[in-house]
């Protein structure tokens, strides 16, 4: 027989939060009676806890969180939002090793002070 589907797919979270907020977005007023328009000035992000778990999912963070950065200001026509990234605070960047290290150094890259990604520069 076949399996039943489980309703489930990669980005459905995502896919299901920007539905989310853009429907709050739409109706603005609806949730804050005196608001005419809006401006997404910046994006905050604080994840990798689940990765460090995967050496796969640790290797591909950086490349998986610029397109993320991208993509949120893309969603949102938000292109030079401010976007702050927290690092893992279990995990202090001296002492950190295998997985732990891949993440915080991909964090640490993507920021702006990098240099690595110049459109980040003075954003994230």
Known sequence: PKPN?????????????????????????????????YEVAGFFWWQGDKDRYDPSYATMYERNLVALIKQLRKEFDAPRAKFVVATLGQTALSSASGTEKLILDATLAVGGNSGMYPEFVGNV
Do not use: F, M, T
Request: hydrophobic letters at 40%.
């Open 5 to 37: 589907p489980i309703g489930w797919y990669a980005g459905l979270q995502y896919d299901a939060d920007i539905a989310n907020a853009k429907s709050v977005l739409a109706e603005l007023d609806r949730y804050y009676p005196d608001a005419s328009s």
